[in-house]
């Protein structure tokens, strides 16, 4: 009953919702003739998504949600969620410093990064942050650091070999996998039990199956191999090893409109299918979502700063791009995007579709976010809105053609009013530049001090 209606209104709200947070930016500057950029997230709707997540999860004893930090990098995004009752899955030790900083307590922290060097893991079992190995020989790596009160849960992740969804590049348990220990290669599975029958610590398993792309079947299927796998350890053990399952994140998204689809319900559902038991309390559960948590509840707003025809086709140049829709740009096919054209004080234009190119800035071919798309004639200065990029996109930014990063700004509608925050200032010139080595400016020149003599 709650998904539906939670389903219906965010259908009814989000062409609405948009346009009021749109028209309110035009009138307070953030968006506009010097500030052509910008994203916006939607801070009820992320408290709203994070209600959604724990109430699926309501029947099942003990959850606890991890937000990936990757999804939306941004320090007050990262402390709203925190707010809001959620962990935090990081994977580099930027995301880790981001995590701390946002005010996560180390205990509701879990680090994933694949690559992780001697020295972030004494960091991490230092602060007492879980902690999933990628592979046998980091666990082997674990074994010398970990401190002798080590309040770190660790686990190890598995790729359960489920197979691929729709986009290879957001397929993490296909056979060559990079992450976590290929469990049906010849021999894996014995050297898991082993390893975990030497180790009494360790008490996690980890799958994420995958992202965008991958059905909830498949998803499933991969859950209950990790479930097995589980029982297994534990037969060898004579007793419950494995505390806890960690079960990774990746709920696809619908771009295609404003219906939220699969809902957090739909994935508990089948997991039930594929596995009953692995709901009944027995293992602590861990979930890691990212984009499911942000995407709908962010948008991005670009300046139209001119119109041509090229071969007899309509071109928008505007200000949104393969700078903040990188995989749009890169991966067409399997990252579309829905825009909608506005005037230049944000009202929706309401004049007969025409196909236009919406181009971006970027000096590459390639930099364009939809191709022949059907929308009302665009014209200088009015605003295009790419929708449902509040996960990856604005947070996630590509450097390419030293373009600032744009401002990122919260928005609440109370009472009928809109009001801001910021969440992330327009990226200045001069950070561009210290950002690029200004401050070594002449290393080129004078930096090279004469080698020592042996
Ligand atoms: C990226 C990632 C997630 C989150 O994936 P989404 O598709 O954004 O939900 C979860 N777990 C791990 C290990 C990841 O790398």
Known sequence: MRETREARDTAEGGAVRVASVLRRAVAEGLIGEDRPLA??????????????????????????????????????????????????????????????????????????????TRAELREALSLGVAVNADNLAELERVDALRPADCASVVGLRVNPQVGS?????????????????????????????????????????????????????????????????AEEID????????????????LPVNFADDTVTPTYAEYVAALAAAEP??????????????????????????????????????IALTHAGGQVATRTVLMPGAWPLRVSAHGPDGSPKRTPPLPQDVAGPLCFAGDVVAHERALPELAEGDLVVLHDTGAYYFSAPWAY??????????????????????????????????????????????????????
Not at 200 to 209: D, Q
Request: hydrophobic share 45%.
């Open 39 to 116: 994203g916006f997230v939607d801070v009820q709707g992320v408290r709203g998504s994070v209600a959604g997540l724990h109430e699926a999860f309501a029947g099942v004893p003990e959850v606890l949600h991890t937000f990936a930090a990757k999804a939306c990098a941004l320090v007050p995004v990262l402390r709203l969620l925190a707010d809001a009752g959620m962990g935090c899955e990081v994977a580099s030790p930027g995301e880790l410093r981001l995590a701390l900083d946002a005010g996560f307590p180390p205990a509701r922290i879990v680090l994933d990064s694949p690559a992780k």
């Open 235 to 250: 037969a060898r053990a004579g007793r419950q090893q494995v505390t806890s399952l960690d079960l990774g994140g990746g």
């Open 165 to 229: 969804g729709t986009i290879g590049a957001m397929s993490t348990a296909t056979e060559h996998s990079k992450f976590g220990v290929a469990l049906r290669d010849p021999g894996a599975r014995a050297r898991v039990v082993e390893a975990f029958a030497r180790r009494p610590w360790l008490t996690r398993l980890h799958a994420h199956v995958g992202s965008q792309g991958c059905p909830l079947p498949l998803i499933a299927e991969g859950l209950a191999a990790l479930h097995r796998l």
């Open 401 to 454: 053609n030293s373009l600032p990063r744009p401002g990122v700004y919260g928005c609440l509608s109370r009472d009928g009013y809109v009001t801001f925050a910021t969440v992330r200032p327009p990226q200045t010139l001069r950070e561009i530049s210290v950002e690029s080595g200004l401050e070594q400016a002449d290393a080129l020149l004078t930096g090279f001090p004469a080698p020592a003599l042996p």
């Open 277 to 314: 038991a692995l709901l009944d309390g027995r293992y602590r559960l861990v979930t890691e979502f990212g984009r499911s948590l942000l995407a709908k509840n962010g948008f991005l707003a670009a300046r139209v700063e001119y119109v041509k025809d090229a071969g007899g086709r309509r």
